[in-house]
């Protein structure tokens, strides 16, 4: 990707000036109404230091269809949208490095969430606003159809400030070329209005209340108490901040990348970030600065007197609340398709390798794969799915016949590229009678996942499948279930994302995640979808109900040399009531 940044800042002043005025004009009418960034650790002496590695080679561990770069340091998804039938997706770039630093906003787009192409980096620093940083934002799309864009910027001061940028030419639906008012920053730190200046930023996408005036959140804290401070203006670049925040919870830290959404208690279809009414709820998800995690609630949002948003009754707020993804999963964003009335999420996955290692092969990152998301019937949780897309790299299917896995048994299944796939399969359990009990000192379902690994038999699983696993099992990660006897007759289902055995490079991350899903296994079948892609294993059990994002760095299990096996090494008999392995081809991107 070209460095050369010279096109939007060549732009004249009044030309600028031309350009806000304009888009004020829109505005009105239209509606008639220092941060270490996200989860990493800075290495300001490697932040400019040149990849050691040639990416246009073809590196083992470069995902296949997952979105990345070609080359260095990628974090936060930012500001994703549609816009004349094109899908954009900007993201936290350093183009000088495989670490963090030198940060610009990075820009691709797509016509069919699979496959990218790029274009110059949109926005960058070039204005007191931003000198020291452009870090994360989102995307507004205004009534008259323009797209807007509010990020964070670094003054002069170090402090961190909330500015506007606007396409230059609108009827362009690539959007190359984006320019800043001289009015930034729009929201600032100031002796008034307490805010801390060192942690104020990522402004959500904007919406529109009942009394025609916009919204946003910015993510902060004071003290320990973590908070979503609301912002509100009748045109867009005239913001004042509100007496409140929209919410705020304590001991949970910086809130970094919030993210505010409607979604609809009658239909998994998505809706408009400014829609409400008596069928919607509300999520606030917040990305964690303390334990680089993220956790959501759902709940009731009233913005007729105080724009205040209420989780509901029960949701617990902090790093034991519900997430998006109990793995390897940051800084995540939505938006609202409005080509196909849907909710799509975007997530950073971030490094289990070395900081000496991201250099050696250079890069650092990618993005899950883009989800839809919806209420589950239950009203209780969120579900998400891998958009329908990706399902046109399917190629070459191989299904096994419904079979009963005796305990303690494996076997491989075979006939598909085992290191680039999709695989589906579900699970039966006829008898549970051998499910052992619960031990509900087991809060985290990671506690109870690293305790039990996928080779500590248990009463009913470990059952599931083991990927990226080379011939002698040397090398594996196993995903699986646990079924467990809970009170008043009812089970307990964790999903396990076992790492422990995933490389013999022992510079990596091997951590083990987990979560509990919310199924019956005397009533469902329990369901697994695993997307295979070199180096990413990235699971939905439950039909989307828990998910889990690994990332893994085999020495053997490489290409040819990976495997794919389902297990069960528990006491009990499980049924595989059905299997369907896909390999993946590759999807273009940038």
Not at 531 to 550: N, P
Request: glycine share 8%; charged share 20%; with cysteine.
């Amino acid at each position: 990707m070209a460095t050369s940044f010279s096109s939007t800042s060549s732009s004249s002043s009044s030309a600028i000036a031309s350009l806000v005025c304009v888009c004020l004009l829109s505005l009105l009418l239209g509606h008639g109404i220092l941060r270490v960034e996200a989860s990493h650790k800075v290495y300001r002496h490697l932040q400019s230091s040149e990849s050691l590695a040639d990416s246009s080679a073809d590196q083992p561990y470069r995902t296949a269809y997952h979105f990345q770069p070609p080359k260095n340091w990628m974090n936060d998804p930012n500001g994703p949208m549609i816009y004349k039938g094109l899908y954009h997706l900007f993201y936290q770039w350093n183009p000088k490095g495989a670490v963090w630093g030198n940060i610009v906003w990075a820009h691709s787009t797509s016509k069919d969430l699979v496959n990218w192409i790029p274009h110059e980096p949109a926005i960058y620093p070039s204005q007191p606003a931003d000198m020291n940083g452009t870090w994360s934002g989102s995307a507004t799309i205004l009534p008259n159809g323009t797209p807007v864009i509010l990020y964070t910027g670094i003054n002069p001061a170090n402090q961190q400030v909330q500015n506007i940028a606007f396409p230059k030419k609108a009827s362009d639906p690539y959007l190359i070329e984006w320019v800043k008012t001289p009015k930034n920053p729009l929201m600032a730190p100031t002796a008034s209005n307490m805010i801390n200046a060192s942690s104020f930023r990522d402004p959500t996408t904007a919406w529109v209340g009942p009394d025609g005036r916009w919204r946003v959140i910015i993510g902060s804290k004071r003290g320990r108490r973590g908070m979503a401070i609301l912002y509100r203006s009748k045109d867009f670049i005239h913001w004042v901040k509100a007496q409140h925040p929209l919410h705020s919870a304590p001991n949970t830290g910086m809130w970094e990348c919030p993210d505010f959404f409607p979604v609809s208690t009658v239909s998994p279809l998505g809706l408009d970030t400014s829609s409400n009414g008596p069928r919607v709820k509300h999520v606030l998800k917040v990305s964690l600065d303390d334990t680089r995690k993220e956790y959501y609630t759902i709940g009731t949002y009233d913005p007729s007197k105080k724009d205040v948003y209420t989780p509901d009754a029960g949701s617990v707020e902090g790093d034991l609340g519900l997430r998006f993804d109990y793995g390897k999963f940051y800084a995540s964003k939505t938006f609202f398709d409005s080509a196909k009335n849907r909710r799509i999420l975007w997530g950073w996955i971030n490094e289990s390798s070395s900081v000496e290692d991201d250099i050696k092969k250079g890069w650092s990152g990618l993005q899950a794969v883009p989800r839809v998301i919806w209420l589950d019937k239950s009203g209780k949780q969120l579900v998400q799915w891998p958009v329908m897309e990706l399902e046109k790299l399917r190629t070459g299917r191989v299904d096994v016949p419904s079979k009963l896995l005796r305990g303690g048994s494996k076997f491989e299944v075979s006939g598909f590229t085992a290191s680039q796939a999709d695989v589906e399969l579900s699970f039966e359990v006829k008898n549970l009678d051998k499910a052992e009990k619960f031990d509900p000192s087991w809060v985290k379902a990671q506690d109870l996942c690293t305790q039990k690994t996928a080779t500590v038999k248990g009463g009913i699983g470990p059952f599931g499948i083991m990927a990226l696993a080379s011939k002698g099992l040397e090398e594996y990660t196993a995903i699986f279930f646990r079924i467990f006897k809970g009170t008043n007759n009812k089970y307990v289902v964790a999903m396990c994302s076992d790492q422990t055995k995933s490389s013999l490079n022992n510079s990596t991350d091997k951590a083990n995640y987990g979560a509990f899903l919310d199924v019956d296994p005397a009533k469902e079948k329990l369901s697994l979808r695993t997307l295979i892609d070199r180096s990413i294993v990235e699971s939905f059990g439950g039909e989307g109900k828990g998910c889990i994002t690994a990332r893994v760095y085999p020495t053997k299990a490489i290409g040819d040399g990976a495997h794919l096996y389902a297990f069960n090494y528990g006491a009990g008999d499980v049924l595989i009531s059905s299997f369907s392995a896909w390999s993946m081809k590759k999807a273009q991107i940038n």
